[in-house]
């Protein structure tokens, strides 16, 4: 990849994120070349370093010794300053620190200015950074954020308001991690480079689609982030409304951000947003209990012990359009499941006539066809078809024809931080969610979530190495469909 140039100012830069992600990632962007003599970082949180102790926790992060020259140099790029994000006047220091880091790499006064602290503080960042002057470049000047974009539709119209104060959408990029995998970005290639698959892809072929978002851990350490949003605004709201606006949407006029995301609105836009009845019937909400040596979510560190957030949520999805109507989109997620994975299973219909099950022939019915998208962990399709039993008679079976990324290829595929760093500095919004699709996922979620706040449920309801609550099977059963992944 060729060398790009910029400027990064990470604020909440002694962060979590910073130090697990943001840093490494911009490691394996430097050992590819992405970045090698053009880039300077400045990091500013509230904490008091200097930047040898700033470079020594950034050559913690990359794990890496004092003795790897290559990664010495790349640390060497990096400086420190401790930073009250409300303190106008200190935007000046940091202004200073950025035009030196300018000259000294020639940075041409491009600058990214990435913002991982709390969401109530972008405002006040945005508009002083452009007050101040810090955007008064010749360069492009770009935003990256963080999750979570609000808590509902108003909060998140308020927090964009803020930003546009200051910044153009063009220049502003919402991060959604899970738009990074490389499985998510191949829903697209699968779609549109195949012609068996596109020519299928609607009501009349596709019985229903399933997307599971499966996790194996709790809470762990951030009950104070979590019980305040639950899985309906952790995993909803964001990740499944983006894998579902791309399974849905139609064939973009190019493969460009802006023909992208304008075909992911539309689709979010026939979205059917429910009413209250029907909120209350397509969506169901779960919380974990006790397991054999599990605590039950109420009982974790920092939890209320009456708390009822959901930590599972499933729900069907209608979409209101030619190509949708009639076929549901089935979606779950939640913390102390079965595993952890992410698998997108298309089901098709079944042929309409089975001619080979007459009652002297006493086959098994023919099975429907699906297509599975494994997401993660392992990388892969997995495509059921009926084919005859080898030997004397006629029998059908399922058979699947299966494609593994390898382990070598897994090993080379980038982090999504990786390369969603990466397509910041392309000046590149393919991967991130515009405005719309936030403000459409948020009018939808906050259908539910108003339903479930009026309502008092009976939690716990799963237990710790389940796939949630009986509720979940439930709803699909009702439609007289199975989910595809069970126990
Ligand atoms: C984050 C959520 O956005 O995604 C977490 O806040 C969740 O709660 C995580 O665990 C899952 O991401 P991944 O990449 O591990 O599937």
Known sequence: AAERTSLFIFFGGTGDLAYRKLYPSMYNLYKKGTLREHFGVLGTSREKLTDEQFRDQVRKSLGTTKTDKDAEKFISHFVYEAHDVTDKAHYQVLKTRAEELDKKYELNGNRIFYLSLAPSF????????????????????????????????????????????????EQIF????????????????????????????????????????????????RASYYDNSGALRDMVQNHIMQIVSLLAMEQPVSFTDVDIRAEKVKALRSLRVYNVAEASTNFVRGQYGAGDSQRAYRDEDNVPHDSNNDTFVAGKLLFDNYRWSGTPFYIRTGKMLADKFTRVDVVFKKPLIDIFS????????????????????????????????????FQTEPINLDYFVDAKDSKATPEPYERLIHDVMKGDGTNFSSWQEVSYAWRFVDQIRKVWDLQQPQFPNYTPGSMGPASADELIQRDHRQWVYRL
Do not use: C
């Not at 452009?130 to 539709?153: A, N, Q, S």
């Not at 962990?377 to 005859?388: C, E, I, Q, V």
């Open 358 to 393: 007459f009652p002297q022939n006493h086959n098994a019915p023919l099975e429907a066809n699906v297509l599975t998208m494994y997401i993660e962990p392992h990388a892969g399709f997995s495509l059921r078809l009926n084919a005859k039993t080898n030997g004397q008679g």
């Open 122 to 169: 972008f405002g006040t960042v945005a508009g002083f950074l452009k007050t101040e002057g810090l955007t008064d470049t010749k360069g492009f000047d770009r935003v990256v954020i963080e999750k979570p974009f609000g808590r509902d539709f108003d909060s998140a119209q308020q927090l964009n308001d803020a930003l546009s104060k200051s910044f153009d959408e």
């Open 174 to 221: 919402r991060i959604d991690h899970y738009l990074g995998k490389e499985m998510i970005q191949n829903i697209e290639a699968v779609r549109f480079g195949n012609t068996l698959v596109e020519s299928l892809w609607n009501n009349r072929y596709i019985d229903n689609i399933q997307v599971t978002l499966s996790e194996k851990l709790g809470v762990e350490e």
